[in-house]
């Protein structure tokens, strides 16, 4: 309940921000290596239009999940950051940015942190969103929070591999869309 109060009133301050009336503009950044974060993002834009951005790495992992699960291990104990194969060069255009990503040793995937540290996200309004295996959001939104800075960051939705095999993921993604009413 309490969350639910958060959110619809962090949804007045977008609408506020936004002019009450001029339709914001919409950016889908997304990370995914396999599929499940570009179908909530599919699944956005289906519901609120707007552009996509796959963020995508100059030298990309392997398919394979455990050789890339691997490599990240290396890159995280010795503090090593992937390059991204582009930036969002317009992102003044856009009112409104959801960003996703697969959850990787329980916070954002190298990509995306590396994706919110090369942009400027003041004045803009955030909404991350991940999908994962067995676990959870993790500290996704607390770690990516001070390379938002400016930023009003709205609660975080995804589903997990449960939910994918229980098919219930898409309405639980659907149901926290319709609450968002830009
Ligand atoms: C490097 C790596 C680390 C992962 N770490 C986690 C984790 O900590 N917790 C979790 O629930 N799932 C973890 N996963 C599973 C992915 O989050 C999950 O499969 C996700 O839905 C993949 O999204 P994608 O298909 O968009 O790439 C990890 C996967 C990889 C490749």
Redesign the pocket.
């Known amino acids: 309940m309490r969350t639910k109060i958060i959110l619809i009133l962090l949804l007045g301050t977008v609408l506020a921000a936004c002019g009450g009336g001029a339709k914001p503009k919409v950016l889908i950044a997304y990370y995914?290596?396999?599929?499940?974060?570009?179908a909530v993002a599919e699944q956005i834009q289906a519901k609120f239009g707007g552009d996509l951005f796959e963020i995508e790495l100059a030298a990309p992992y392997p398919a394979d999940?455990r050789e890339?699960?691997e490599i990240?291990g290396r890159q995280r104990e010795d503090n090593i950051l992937p390059e991204l194969s582009g930036t969002v060069e317009n992102l003044n255009d856009y009112d409104i940015v959801f960003i996703g990503t697969?959850?990787?040793?329980?916070t954002a995937s190298l990509p995306v942190r590396v994706f919110v540290e090369a942009h400027d996200f003041a004045g803009k309004t955030v909404v991350p969103f991940y999908?994962?295996?067995?676990?959870d959001a993790?500290t996704y939104v607390a770690d990516i929070t001070p390379a938002l800075e400016g930023a009003t960051i709205l609660e975080a939705f995804g589903n997990?591999?449960a939910e994918r095999e229980a098919g219930t993921h898409t309405a639980k993604v659907a149901e926290y869309l319709e609450r968002l009413t830009f």
Do not use: A, D, K, M
């Open positions: 995914s290596q396999s599929g499940n974060t570009l999940e890339t699960i990240v697969p959850i990787w040793f329980g999908t994962c295996g067995g676990g993790g997990n591999r």
